[in-house]
C-alpha cells in the first residue's frame, strides 16, 4: 500500500498561474517520475500539462493539447515527457494494451490525465496534482507527494 505523505495547497486565479505551478515541476522532473492529474472535465489538466511541457524544455511547436483520441502523446524536452489521458477508456486492460506499465519504467517523465480512474495503476510513488475548480478563473491545486522521494517538488 501507498500512502500519502504530504500535501500542499496551491492557488491559481488565472490559467497562466497554473501553467506556472506546471513548469516549475516540470523544471525539477527527473526521470522514472510519475504525475497524476485529477479534476473534472475543464478543471485545467492540459493546461497544468502544457505549463509541465514546457518547464521540461518541450519547444513550443509541439503544442501540447490533450491527447484524447489518441491516448498518449510524447514529448521531447530535456527528457522523454509521456502525456496520458485516460478519459476515454473504460477497462484497465484497454491500458495495459497502450503498454502503459512500459512507460512507467522508461527514462521518460509520465504525466495521466485522469489517473483517479484506475488507481490500481498507481502503487508507485508518484506526485498527485488534483484540481478543483473554485471560480471561472481560480482553481485550488492540491499537490500530495505518495513516497518522500517527491517531497522535494515541493521545496
Ligand atoms: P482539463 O484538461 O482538466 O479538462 P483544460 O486544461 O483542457 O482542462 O481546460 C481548462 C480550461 O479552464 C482552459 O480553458 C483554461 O484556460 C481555463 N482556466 C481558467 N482559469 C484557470 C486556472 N486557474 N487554471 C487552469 N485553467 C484555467
Ligand atoms: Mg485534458
New binding site residues.
Partial sequence: MILPIVTQRWF????Q???ALGAWLGYKAQPGDIFT?C????????????GFADGLGVGTEEYVR?PTFTLLQEYHGRLPLYHF?LYRLSDISEVYDLGFIDYLDAAGVVVV?WADKFPALFTDPHLEVN?RVIS????CVLCTAYSVSYVRYFL
Avoid at 136 to 139: A, N, V
Fill in positions: 491559481t486565479a488565472q490559467a498561474d497554473t501553467k492529474c479534476g473534472v472535465l475543464g478543471a485545467g489538466k492540459t493546461t497544468f500539462v502544457q490533450s489521458d490525465e484540481i471561472p478563473d481560480s482553481r
